[in-house]
């Protein structure tokens, strides 16, 4: 079944209200068809083991100094939806000069080289705390193999190993990150030795940090932000518990920023949604009636937005437009693309270089007549 960023952006956007059991159902199904022998070459290429790195200790922050930010305000309009507070206060990254995605890209699915171990390391996860779910017995092989790579400075996918292709570019198998972090997270809540059990709380944001920095899909950016959300949750009921209020507090400040960044992110796919607008017509295919007005919403949203993984999503509404709107809008939307095309930044000229040229299949267009959740 072939399922492009579009439509995982819909299950992106379930993910605002339940990141973990989106993701279930995200990767039950097959994500994207095989597509050559080149890519399934590339990825049997195994990584080596990380080059060494250091990880800084976490800044100190006085109580003086933490204040909540006001997502509901005002101003938050021209905030980036990413955090307000510091995440050095908890957790800084690693040093390490390596790229992780060269470690996590093989776990992709269906053609990742080691895709077969990411399936049977979801079939060893066992109960973890309530709110964590399935989690990775504490000595897990996977866990410690995976340890040095979140000691990274970096972790980019695209175009490094995966190459965008519109509707059909290729996820990195998310439920891996995912299920490390919070595994992290449950065997420091089980440790005996505070020291051990705030390292995998630190982890855990360390690693939802660098899934966050792509930037390219919105998926990733829930799944780094649920990773991250683990390990503040981790440090501050620690915290608590040994009553250490500075650092309780700036956990929470953390915690408290989690629901806006998921609820803007929702919000901004929902500007560009055109489900609402499919029809199926008498002769069973799909047809668009766009009013103007959300064409040049969209437009606008390509022409401000600075986040990638909000201006794909954009982009990709308007190869939409482009072949299936009234002939001014297709106007619009190819000059649009067009312009797009030549831009300095590469994965905007590669997805509209996509979507100018190539027609959206009626499956796919189906796909998009169920309205984004609320």
């Keep these: 079944m072939n399922m492009g960023i579009r439509n995982r952006f819909r299950w992106q956007v379930l993910g605002a209200a339940g990141v973990v059991a989106v993701l279930g159902g995200l990767l039950a199904v097959r994500l994207i068809a095989e597509t050559g022998a080149e890519r399934q070459a590339a990825a049997r290429v195994a990584p080596q083991a990380p080059p060494a790195a250091t ?28 955090f307000r507070t510091d995440l050095d206060l908890l957790a800084p990254l690693g040093n390490g000069p ?53 000691d990274q400075a970096t972790m980019r996918f695209y175009p490094e190993f995966f190459p965008l ?29 505070p020291g051990k059990a705030m390292a995998d709380f630190r982890r855990a944001i360390r690693l939802g940090r660098l899934v966050r920095q792509e930037g390219t ?19 501050y009921r620690t915290a608590v518990r040994k009553g250490e209020a500075s650092l309780a507090l700036t956990a929470s400040i953390v915690l408290s920023e989690y629901a806006p960044q998921k ?15 499919l029809r199926i ?35 990709l509404t ?11 809008q297709k106007a619009m939307a190819l000059a649009k693309l067009e312009e797009l095309s030549v831009s300095t930044d590469q994965n905007v000229a590669t997805l509209a270089k996509w979507s100018k040229s190539n027609k959206p299949e009626k499956k796919l267009v189906l796909q998009l007549l169920e309205p984004l959740p609320k």
């Design 263 to 277: 609820l803007l992110s929702s919000e901004r796919v929902t500007r560009v949604d055109l489900s609402p607008y």
């Design 55 to 82: 990880v800084p200790a976490p800044r100190a922050a006085g109580l003086s100094s933490l204040s909540f930010p006001c997502w509901a305000c005002k101003e938050s309009a021209d905030w980036p939806i990413q």
């Design 318 to 328: 308007l190869g939409l437009v482009r072949f299936m709107g009234t002939d001014a």
């Design 165 to 193: 292709e519109g509707w059909e570019t290729q996820l990195p198998n998310l439920m891996v990150p995912l299920t490390l972090a919070r595994s992290w997270v449950a065997r420091g809540l089980a440790a005996e030795d």
């Design 281 to 315: 017509d008498a002769s069973g295919d799909p047809s668009l009636s766009v009013p103007d007005a959300k064409v040049t919403t969209i437009l606008d949203v390509i022409a401000k937005e600075t986040e990638m993984r909000f201006r794909g999503e954009a982009i």
């Design 98 to 150: 390596a790229n992780a995605g060269l470690y996590f890209k093989d776990f992709a699915k269906p053609n990742g080289s080691r895709f077969a171990e990411a399936d049977a390391a979801m079939n060893r996860r066992v109960d973890g705390p309530s709110w964590l779910g399935k989690v990775l017995p504490p000595g897990d092989p996977l866990l410690l193999e995976a340890e040095p790579w979140c």
């Design 217 to 235: 899909t919105l998926i990733a950016d829930l799944v780094g932000l649920a990773c991250i959300r683990a390990g503040a949750d981790g440090i």
